[in-house]
């Protein structure tokens, strides 16, 4: 993938907006992916099967576009896997805790211009430099 | 029926718009993440544009007493800033930074599985169910 990408950045964030305001227009939900998921795992009745038909959709949607374009990512080779295991846990742990994520928080809280969601957002966006700064530039790992 | 056709097509749109942003590459989120390197800023984009259109369009939305399918609009009730917020934010963003995936972008690793694929996917549902099970009160 190219370095900078001004402009499939911003299509791509326009496309994910949509998606966010389709699912809310229509169906009274904001897009928060760790949410949606996450009430998996609690899920009560009629609660489950939108949550699965939409992050189907989701998981669809990359695949063709992998398809069209052949912009797959390929996995790292050399990534530790009890690190991106330990990840993995934090990131489901952290927004079941802090009740979102980059969409949840990001695109759905600032699009309400939630104060809760611009502090959330701000804090892992913040957390997120300065763990990447430790990783790839005190421990080595990429 | 119709919500679950509304909710596919949401999905469809928002997993394209994620493809094609670059976000479902964990090297390119990374590169955004390190602003010591050489630092990609394209990251600022797909949230400008995303809360770009969010920030628009919602005001509309939201003017309807009810979802265009009858369902009543679920907003999130709380607006204080507590502690699980902020503790969850800071967890979260340290698994963001260390993997380069946050939640979209993971279960987006099932378009094209790879052995990140099955350890990240499991581990995020894994980390959700430790919290729903043992950890405080959500914020």
């Keep these: 993938m190219d370095h900078f990408t001004p402009w499939s950045s911003l299509s791509g964030g326009i496309l994910i907006g949509l998606g966010t305001v389709i699912l809310l227009l229509f169906n009274g939900r904001l897009a928060g992916i760790s949410g949606i998921a996450g009430g998996l795992l609690s899920p009560g009745r009629g609660d489950i099967l939108w949550r699965v038909v939409f992050l189907s959709g989701l998981i669809v949607g990359a695949a063709l576009y992998y398809r069209a374009f052949d912009g797959a990512p390929v996995a790292r080779r050399d990534f530790p896997v009890w690190l991106l295991a330990l990840a993995g846990a934090l990131v489901g742990f952290g927004t079941s805790l802090g009740s979102g994520c980059t969409s949840g928080h990001g695109v759905c809280g600032l699009g309400r211009l939630s104060p809760r969601s611009a502090v959330a957002t701000a804090i892992f966006l913040v957390t997120g430099i300065a763990t990447t700064y430790v990783v790839r530039h005190w421990l080595g790992i990429y | ?139």
């Design chain 2, 1 to 139: 029926m119709d919500r679950l056709l509304s909710a596919l097509a949401a999905g469809l749109v928002f997993g394209v718009g994620l493809a094609l942003s670059g976000m479902t590459h964990a090297e390119k989120v990374l590169g955004f993440l390190d602003v010591s390197g050489r630092w990609d800023p394209s990251l600022l984009f797909v949230l400008g544009g995303a809360v770009g259109v969010t920030l628009v369009a919602f005001r509309y939305v939201l003017r309807r007493d009810a979802a265009v399918l009858g369902e009543e609009f679920r907003l999130p009730v709380t607006a204080d800033i507590d502690r699980p917020l902020i503790v969850g934010a800071v967890v979260f963003g340290i698994g963001w930074g260390i993997a380069g995936y946050c939640p979209g972008p993971g279960l987006a690793l099932l378009a094209a599985p790879s052995w990140e694929t099955w350890v990240f996917v499991p581990a995020f549902f894994v980390g959700g169910a430790l919290h729903r099970a043992f950890g405080p009160a959500r914020g």
